[in-house]
């Protein structure tokens, strides 16, 4: 890549990151859906996810349906698939997914912790996958631990998706920075940048050594 292209990237992601901002702090939404009807869980049934299959841990990513989940998919460079990222939960058996997310999902702008039927709506997602890392049972541990204590403490979803700030994260901010506690690695997981500003793609999060896909489902 030139460096003039280079240049018309940066510029791109720029404006396009002013754009998403903007439009997730003061665009009109449809309301996530807050429950699945009849119709919506026969659609659920229907992907198989078999749940028994699942770990702690394990990372559940989709493509959201709106304008500004399309906007995201840009950042990720490599394979613009996905637009939001969580992780998995299990509570009394269930599975739920902890997730950092803003706008009408979530106005609180609270991390989040939803079942993950739920998560994964069948009228507001267009797919999900679900990958899993090479961790040891100890970094599993002290990943869900850092996972729990963001919950506790009430961490904000990031508006201005600024990584220096660890009282504010955006959904793949938060995964990268507890895998970083986890493993003692920051590099665990790659980063992408604009304009030397790092950031963490959501295909940051798959397209590396450290991951394996486990479950992928696309409801169309």
């Given amino acids: 890549m030139t460096k003039k292209d280079r240049i018309r990237q940066s510029m791109y992601s720029i404006i396009f990151g002013a754009f998403v901002i903007y ?52 950042f990720s460079t490599n394979d613009p698939e996905y637009s939001h990222s969580g992780v998995i939960k299990i509570v009394d058996g269930k599975t739920y997914v902890y997730h950092a997310t803003g706008g009408e999902e979530n106005v609180s702008n609270e991390m989040k912790l939803d079942p993950i039927e739920l998560y994964c709506h069948p009228s507001a997602v267009f797919k999900f996958g679900i990958f899993r890392y090479d961790l040891t049972s100890a970094q599993r541990k002290r990943f869900m631990d850092v996972l ?68 992928k489902y696309d409801y169309d």
């Avoid at 807050?34 to 299959?53: C, P, T, V």
Wanted: glycine letters at 4%.
């Fill in 23 to 74: 439009t997730i702090k003061y665009a009109d939404f449809n309301p996530y859906p807050k429950r699945l009807n009849a119709d919506h869980q026969e659609k659920w049934d229907a992907a198989g996810l078999d749940e028994s299959i699942l770990q702690e841990g394990d990372i559940v990513l989709r493509h959201s349906k709106g304008f500004v989940s399309d906007a995201i998919l840009t």
């Fill in 148 to 215: 729990d204590g963001y919950y506790a403490k009430g961490v904000e979803f990031d508006m201005d998706f600024d990584m220096e700030t660890e009282e504010e994260m955006y959904c793949s901010e938060m995964i990268y920075k507890a895998l970083a506690i986890a493993t003692n690695d920051n590099n665990f997981i790659p980063l992408s940048e604009v304009l030397d500003k790092p950031y963490v793609a959501i295909d940051n999060l798959y397209l590396n050594d450290h991951c394996n896909l486990i479950f």
